[in-house]
């Protein structure tokens, strides 16, 4: 049965509400902000007499002060509330900041405004929090991926939509002023409208005592945060992401005029180009994903940030030496040669930080202790905003150095590459996955049936017939969670493979008159891994099958049952017999072509049986009945 859209949570009162409330912060804030710096830097003197470049820097600061102090804070907050109920404080605290600013505005006073500045950065460190641990509380995990990136695509959009209109609004003469003041408050009674429809969020921890002293509670948080390395390292990746995001931003508008030899629309034109990337790639995760959530992506989407990174750097170049220095809008850049490469890169670079953010967003909402969730999110928060610094501070150094806005981008493109193969070294499943998914969505198409069988949480047996050197890969792809395979020793210690084996955790046996002492070491690994709550899978045949029948199962799944009382899920593998990772004795050549590009395979998922039930000669009827006729 086909999922539904990720546009149709648009409709339902669980999501639409959160929705817009997000999606008017996220376009108020950046209208204020942009008209302000706007007003700022083309009408300095009716302002102030203060350097227009220090506070372009300075309001940027401000704003990201309060989500260094008061993020950890925000977490507890979110975690002890309604969280429908704390939309609504902070939309009505936004109101009355906007109506601070709007006082500013009429008073020409712009220490009120950048006041406001630093209330409209409160509003949004209470808000982040609320934001992400929402989604879990009221989506499947099948929708959490969807409804990510239906949030991530409104939040860019919402930015991009906002700088437009505060440089528009702030542009009209006489009466630009008044009508962002107007504009702004307007557009917080709309997104506390919306927030009244948020239905009831319960608190996930009631009894929490708020700390009173944020910077140890932040300590606190980052450090209980840790105690996940998984979610902990998943945090800086996403906080990496802001730092690369907010580097290539910063340089916009200097590279606009500088290097493409743009006006103000080629600024706007660069921002629109990579918000609209962002977006699309964060509706895109949904489909490849496959409705659940695929960390596998996750490398996908920092390997496009690296390559299109790279290839900004050589499309600046070339069209540096392909053009002259002459003023032009956006319409005649587009005109120009090389102007459609540079758009390609950074549209495509903002295609693929969405495939990297999105199942981040997603892997930290499901893994991290569900009490625990806004807090998370607010360490994140905390990371983030200490990235952001740090970008502006590496930006400061490079430029001090002499390197060109062109150059920083190819720096900042092979950071990205070192950062990522880091993480990845260090947490292997998202390797692991990423190589899973490549060869279903390149080699294969696989079609799942029942998947939702695999439980989401608790420890099961999963047993599958054995058809060729894939099958680990193809059945971890169609899990929702990482899988322990128990697999031969002589295949364990493979070169080149074993760093990939012990990466992903298999577990090797060997039989017991070759080495006793590793079969007994490969069941007490099994029960450590179930006691643990994980999957474990095994292939009871022992072998590839060399005729592609299922062969006898063996009597190993009868001894991990007897010790341990888990579930066994039974599953089966169509479609796989005769490819080139098969023992099949026909012609390799012939068969490396017969099957076509994209052939399709299946895997099948059973009922669960009970671990009384769950005899050898049983499980093997069951997987028999699954796998049917096709093999």
Not at 160 to 180: D, F, H, R, S, Y
């Amino acid at each position: 049965m086909s999922q539904p859209s990720q546009f149709s949570l648009l409709t339902q009162r669980r999501f639409a509400p959160f929705f817009w409330t997000q999606f008017f912060g996220a376009f108020n804030d950046n209208l204020f902000k942009t008209a302000l710096l706007v007003a700022l830097t083309f009408d300095t003197a009716n302002w102030t007499t203060a350097d227009p470049g220090m506070l372009n820097n300075l309001i940027a600061g401000l704003f990201i002060l309060p989500f260094v102090l008061f993020s950890a804070t925000a977490g507890q907050v979110a975690d002890k509330f309604d969280k429908a109920r704390m939309a609504r404080f902070v939309k009505l605290l936004e109101i009355a900041i906007m109506l601070v600013a709007g006082i500013g505005w009429l008073t020409h006073t712009l220490w009120v405004l950048v006041a406001a500045v630093v209330g409209m950065g409160l509003h949004s460190t209470l808000f982040g929090p609320v934001k992400y641990a929402y989604l879990p509380q009221h989506l499947k995990s099948e929708e959490l991926v969807g409804g990510n990136g239906v949030i991530e695509m409104g939040t860019f959009v919402g930015i991009l939509l906002g700088e437009v209109a505060g440089t528009l609004l702030v542009g009209v003469k006489p009466w630009g002023i008044e009508l962002v003041a107007g504009g702004t408050l307007l557009c917080a009674v709309l997104g506390l409208a919306a927030s009244w429809r948020i239905p009831p969020s319960p608190a996930p921890a009631p009894e929490l005592r708020i700390s009173r002293n944020p910077f140890a509670e932040s300590i606190r948080n980052l450090a209980f945060s840790r105690q996940n390395r998984t979610v902990f390292l998943s945090m800086l990746g996403n906080s990496w992401f802001w730092f690369y995001g907010a580097l290539l931003l910063s340089q916009f508008p200097l590279y606009a005029k500088d290097y493409l030899h743009g006006d103000h629309s080629v600024i706007m034109l660069l921002l629109t180009v990579f918000s609209l990337g962002i977006g699309a790639g964060s509706l895109l995760c949904e489909k490849l994903s496959g409705h659940k959530v695929e960390i596998g992506l996750v490398p996908f989407g920092s390997i496009g940030l690296s390559l299109f990174g790279i290839d900004l750097y050589f499309a600046s170049v070339a069209y540096a030496e392909l053009n002259g220095a002459a003023t032009v809008g956006a319409l005649t850049l587009l005109g120009l040669p090389g102007a459609w490469r540079i758009m390609f890169d950074l549209v495509l670079i903002g295609v693929f930080g969405g495939l990297f953010i999105v199942p981040l967003f997603a892997l930290i909402q499901t893994r991290c202790d569900q009490k625990h969730v806004s807090r998370t999110i607010a360490g994140m928060n905390i990371l983030n905003a200490l990235f952001m610094v740090a970008a502006a501070g590496v930006a400061i150094v490079l430029l001090g150095q002499g390197f060109t806005i062109p150059e920083m981008f190819l720096v900042t493109a092979l950071l990205n590459a070192c950062v990522a193969a880091y993480i990845f070294s260090l947490v292997p499943e998202f390797l692991m996955r990423f190589l899973a998914w490549m060869l279903i969505h390149t080699g294969y198409r696989v079609r799942t049936i029942d998947a939702d069988r695999i439980p989401d949480e608790g420890p099961a047996v999963l047993v599958c017939n054995h058809v060729s050197y894939v099958d680990a890969l193809v059945i971890g792809a169609a899990s929702p969670r990482p899988i322990r395979f128990v697999m031969d020793h002589r295949i364990f210690r493979t070169p080149f493979l074993r760093w990939i084996f012990r990466a992903a955790k298999a577990i090797p046996i060997a039989p017991a008159k070759e080495d006793p002492f590793m079969m007994e070491r490969a069941f007490v690994d099994i029960a450590e891994a179930l006691h643990q709550g994980e999957l474990v899978c095994i292939f009871p045949e022992g072998k590839l099958t060399s005729t592609g029948e299922i062969n006898e199962f063996r009597s190993g799944i009868a001894k991990i049952v007897e010790r341990n009382k888990v579930p066994v899920i039974p599953m089966a593998l169509r479609g796989l017999w005769g490819s080139v990772f098969t023992r099949d004795p026909s012609n390799l050549f012939e068969r490396s072509f017969a099957r076509g590009i994209r052939s399709r395979l299946a895997l099948a998922v059973g009922q669960p049986v009970a671990p009384e039930a769950a005899s050898p000669e049983y499980l093997q009827q069951q997987v028999l009945a699954l796998r049917g006729e096709w093999k």
